[in-house]
């Protein structure tokens, strides 16, 4: 999902068949701040829900992968156009399962992070500038879900759930982040590294998940970095599962906060594999807000405010309309 001057645009996949070959998705747009959405391009192909930024001339781009071909597809919609049909260009080998996207707005040119341990710069005209493995599989596990944050600055932050060799297990969560918009990539404390970066506990990444949860399934929900912290939000499923809240001092490496084994307010707690902290240009000067999956008790799932020092300042069932939760704390 984004949000510009002309709307909030939202892909989703809206049917598929068995074998992963013919998934229906769309990309719809609301003028109504979320109350209501039109589609405005639909297809069938051999892909996932295709991932969606804009720019600050309100264009949309969308990235989708291509299981048979093993490409990836960008789709350019103008708003000179009023988004009326797509500009496709091809992703040489961005094919995978899961993946993320970024536009870099002081670079002008969008990041593509996969789980196939490609990363691509891409202009916005769609070519492709350049392309590399950024991780590369380890002894004990592979990359499976990346994820992209861009803060403000520039700093382009990675970080990405590990599958374990040959079992089905989330094994753990790593990060490394980069200065000069993906060419270069280090530690938070600073120590570069070489390309492409081992994958697992055996490379030199930042390990974000402790040693204690090797035998439990752990997935990376979010990250978002401002004001020079970096925060991580994830599900460890142990018995009983416990949600992290981890803030780490994204110029030293000093990992300063770890909420566990619950993470909520007075009433309602976050507890979910799966969610998404919602960022915004000016998001250096706002509280983080967390959103987890819908838990059962209410087909609307809860969201949380979180203060400067981590401290729950609001929690709340979601509303029908995307406006943003009233500030309560405005320090990073």
Same mark, same amino acid.
């Given at each position: 999902?984004?949000?510009?001057?002309?709307?909030?645009?939202?892909?989703?996949?809206?049917?598929?068949?068995?074998?992963?070959?013919?998934?229906?998705?769309?990309?719809?747009?609301?003028?109504?701040?979320?109350?209501?959405?039109?589609?405005?391009?639909?297809?069938?192909?051999?892909?996932?829900?295709?991932?969606?930024?804009?720019?600050?001339?309100?264009?949309?781009?969308?990235?989708?992968?291509?299981?048979?071909?093993?490409?990836?597809?960008?789709?350019?919609?103008?708003?000179?156009?009023?988004?009326?049909?797509?500009?496709?260009?091809?992703?040489?080998?961005?094919?995978?399962?899961?993946?993320?996207?970024?536009?870099?707005?002081?670079?002008?040119?969008?990041?593509?992070?996969?789980?196939?341990?490609?990363?691509?710069?891409?202009?916005?005209?769609?070519?492709?500038?350049?392309?590399?493995?950024?991780?590369?599989?380890?002894?004990?596990?592979?990359?499976?879900?990346?994820?992209?944050?861009?803060?403000?600055?520039?700093?382009?932050?990675?970080?990405?759930?590990?599958?374990?060799?040959?079992?089905?297990?989330?094994?753990?969560?790593?990060?490394?982040?980069? =200065?000069? @918009?993906?060419? #270069?990539?280090?530690?938070?404390?600073?120590?570069? !590294?070489?390309?492409?970066?081992? %994958? $697992?506990?055996?490379?030199?990444?930042?390990?974000?998940?402790?040693?204690?949860?090797?035998?439990?399934?752990?997935?990376?929900?979010?990250?978002?970095?401002?004001?020079?912290?970096?925060?991580?939000?994830?599900?460890?499923?142990?018995?009983?599962?416990?949600?992290?809240?981890?803030?780490?001092?994204?110029?030293?490496?000093?990992?300063?906060?770890?909420?566990?084994?619950?993470?909520?307010?007075?009433?309602?707690?976050?507890?979910?594999?799966?969610?998404?902290?919602?960022?915004?240009?000016?998001?250096?000067?706002?509280?983080?807000?967390?959103?987890?999956?819908?838990?059962?008790?209410?087909?609307?799932?809860?969201?949380?405010?979180?203060? =400067?020092? @981590?401290?729950? #300042?609001?929690?709340?069932?979601?509303?029908?309309? !995307?406006?943003?939760?009233?500030? %309560? $704390?405005?320090?990073?």
């Amino acid at each position: 999902m984004a949000g510009n001057r002309k709307g909030i645009f939202m892909t989703h996949i809206r049917s598929r068949d068995e074998p992963y070959t013919a998934q229906q998705w769309r990309l719809s747009r609301s003028e109504g701040r979320g109350k209501a959405f039109t589609i405005i391009f639909e297809a069938t192909h051999a892909t996932n829900p295709p991932v969606v930024e804009t720019d600050a001339r309100d264009n949309i781009y969308l990235i989708r992968p291509d299981f048979l071909d093993g490409s990836a597809y960008l789709y350019r919609f103008l708003a000179s156009e009023n988004y009326a049909r797509p500009h496709i260009s091809t992703v040489p080998s961005g094919s995978a399962g899961k993946y993320s996207m970024i536009y870099d707005a002081k670079r002008k040119r969008l990041c593509y992070f996969a789980h196939n341990d490609m990363f691509f710069i891409i202009g916005p005209d769609g070519a492709v500038k350049s392309s590399w493995n950024l991780l590369k599989p380890g002894p004990n596990a592979v990359v499976q879900y990346p994820l992209l944050f861009l803060e403000p600055d520039g700093t382009l932050h990675a970080a990405w759930t590990t599958q374990k060799n040959g079992v089905y297990l989330y094994w753990d969560i790593h990060h490394i982040l980069s =200065r000069d @918009g993906g060419v #270069t990539w280090q530690k938070m404390d600073g120590t570069l !590294l070489a390309l492409p970066v081992i %994958a $697992d506990e055996t490379g030199p990444s930042e390990r974000i998940t402790p040693g204690d949860k090797f035998d439990v399934h752990t997935w990376l929900f979010s990250l978002i970095a401002k004001g020079g912290k970096a925060h991580f939000f994830y599900s460890a499923q142990t018995s009983p599962p416990r949600e992290h809240y981890i803030r780490y001092d994204s110029r030293t490496g000093r990992r300063e906060i770890d909420l566990f084994p619950k993470f909520g307010g007075q009433a309602i707690f976050l507890m979910n594999l799966d969610g998404f902290s919602p960022r915004a240009p000016e998001c250096g000067k706002r509280p983080l807000t967390a959103v987890p999956c819908g838990t059962g008790e209410s087909s609307a799932p809860p969201a949380m405010t979180t203060g =400067r020092h @981590g401290t729950i #300042t609001q929690s709340a069932r979601n509303r029908s309309s !995307l406006e943003p939760m009233p500030s %309560a $704390d405005a320090a990073s």
